[in-house]
């Protein structure tokens, strides 16, 4: 709903201290509790999107850059969406969270947004988010089909990429050979792995780049700029895509390494279609990676 990890977890504890608040009040007889939370949820991620700005990724506010040698100038004034770690959150819940698809999400109005979770992702019938939304069951069929068109012309739009991904058995291997290059700082091996017009962003740069030339010669600036001795890890982000957390070697005597960004790729027919490089450290501690 919110496209935050941190603010999500702000608006569970909302949830649950509204919940103990309003106990007394639940009856068993009228909806199951899972029902009742999540309509007390709904109602404060409600309450909250009221004051708060959509969270777009780069590829939402304009076309894509040129100039691979532009100044990286973060833009901390826009609330960026955020990726989250599979390994917190429901597993039953994963498969349709991929990050273009809540970049897509995130255009929505926010009646349409909370009909399109509550249904698609959530499961709970028509009949139940008429209940939590105090609204018809008619009124919240049609939300559902004007969120669904909403979202498809995101997806096609282009922008962060296709909305919804296709299984493809070996996305991870392609990361690990991303990865083995990528700490190579071996630019042809990267792109060799890549689409012909592959996307790159990175959060909170609002510069984004298209197509593999672009992303080669931004990827030559990387490594020119940083050097060689990278390391990696992969984990996974937003409902099994794979994602590189990439250290960057501190050029001082102490030595070590530091966090320099966690990479979500988007993965089909054996080549990376998309690449979102977020490059605020505290990413890395939602994930439970160091510094």
Partial sequence: MVGSVHDAEDLVQETLLRAWKARDGY?????????WLYRIATNVCLTALDSRKRRPLPSGLGAP????????????????????????FNVEARADLRLAWVAAVQELPARQRAVLVLRDVLQFSAAEVAQQLDTTVASVNSALQRAHAAVRVVGEAGGAGAVREADDPTKRSVVERYLRAFE????PG????????????????????????DYARFMERVFRLNGAGW?????TANGGQPTL??????RTPEGGYRAHTLQV???????????VA???????EVFGLAR
């Fill in 265 to 275: 790729f988007s993965v089909a027919e054996g080549l990376v279609t998309a690449n």
């Fill in 231 to 235: 390391r990696a890890e992969i984990v």
């Fill in 27 to 35: 009856k068993p007889e009228l909806a199951s509790v899972r029902t």
């Fill in 278 to 284: 977020f490059a605020d450290p505290s990413i890395f």
């Fill in 65 to 88: 850059a040129r100039d691979t040698e532009a100044p990286l100038q973060p833009a901390l004034d826009v609330p960026w969406l955020e990726p989250f770690p599979d390994a917190r």
């Fill in 184 to 187: 190579a700082a071996d630019v």
């Fill in 245 to 250: 957390a990439a250290y960057v070697p501190n």
């Fill in 190 to 213: 990267l792109v060799r792995l890549l689409a012909e017009d592959v996307i790159l962003e990175m959060p909170p740069v609002p510069l984004w780049y298209q197509g593999r030339d």
